[in-house]
């Protein structure tokens, strides 16, 4: 059936180490976005890239769609970076529901 | 820039009590959607609405339905609250399938049922 996948489920870095985080998924897709969980619950928008690379700052994410994966980068973590990272796909040819990953949650260590 | 307000941060409710939540987006999109959250279970959707009086039934809609009088308004009711629905309920607009159909969320409501 129709799947998204993250990976890792948890992550524990120091400040100032790079991270990736991998959305896999498991059709074509016509919308691919990252999203952020700030402390208070809302999702903030860091990408819609249903393919392509693209960077905003010390984050950059890239979807390889012929190959059904989605990475993204994290660079010079800070401790503000902790929370829960989603993926979130919606599938060609289907209807427009948007299907969650289960979420990467990141831990920066001060 | 895209606003989806939800009309509620925290909700305490009795069981047994009929609840409204509310979510009204400003960027006249066709798409809405309601999803709770729940530790370990990730978002799951529990009703989407293409239109205007259109819904589809998500991955957990029993005991919810919904309410789409207006474009901009997108209601998830629950009939009969119980305790089995607390959780975070998060709602969110997008256009609709195409160029550039990115989601924007709002805020997030956080629904005890006691």
């Known amino acids: 059936g129709i799947q998204v996948e993250q990976s890792p489920p948890d992550l524990i870095l120091q400040e100032g180490a790079n991270s990736t985080l991998r959305c896999n998924f498991s059709d074509s897709v016509n919308n691919l976005q990252w999203f952020h969980q700030n402390p208070w619950g809302q999702l903030i928008n860091l990408f819609y890239?249903?393919?392509g690379t693209k960077q905003n700052g010390r984050l950059s994410a890239t979807t390889v769609a012929t190959e059904r994966y989605s990475l993204l980068y994290i660079s010079s973590s800070q401790t503000t970076d902790s929370g829960v990272y989603f993926c979130a796909v919606g599938f060609m040819n289907r209807d427009d529901k948007i299907i969650f990953g289960k979420g990467t949650r990141l831990h920066i260590l001060p | 820039d895209v606003k989806v307000t939800q009309s509620s941060r925290y909700l305490v409710k009795r069981t047994g009590e009929k609840v409204f939540l509310e979510c009204v987006q400003d960027m006249d999109h066709e798409n809405m959607f309601w999803y709770r959250q729940d530790p370990g279970l990730g978002l799951r959707l529990i009703y989407f609405?293409?239109?205007?009086?259109?819904?589809e039934k998500g991955d957990i809609p029993e005991g919810y339905s919904v309410s789409r009088e207006k474009k901009e308004r997108f209601s998830l009711i629950l009939e009969s609250a119980s305790t089995n629905q607390t959780s975070m309920y998060l709602c969110?607009?997008?256009?609709?399938?195409?160029?550039?159909?990115?989601?924007?969320f709002g805020q997030g409501t956080r629904l005890t049922v006691v």
């Open positions: 890239i249903p393919s």
């Open positions: 969110a607009s997008r256009p609709p399938g195409g160029l550039n159909t990115e989601a924007f």
């Open positions: 609405s293409y239109d205007v009086k259109m819904k």
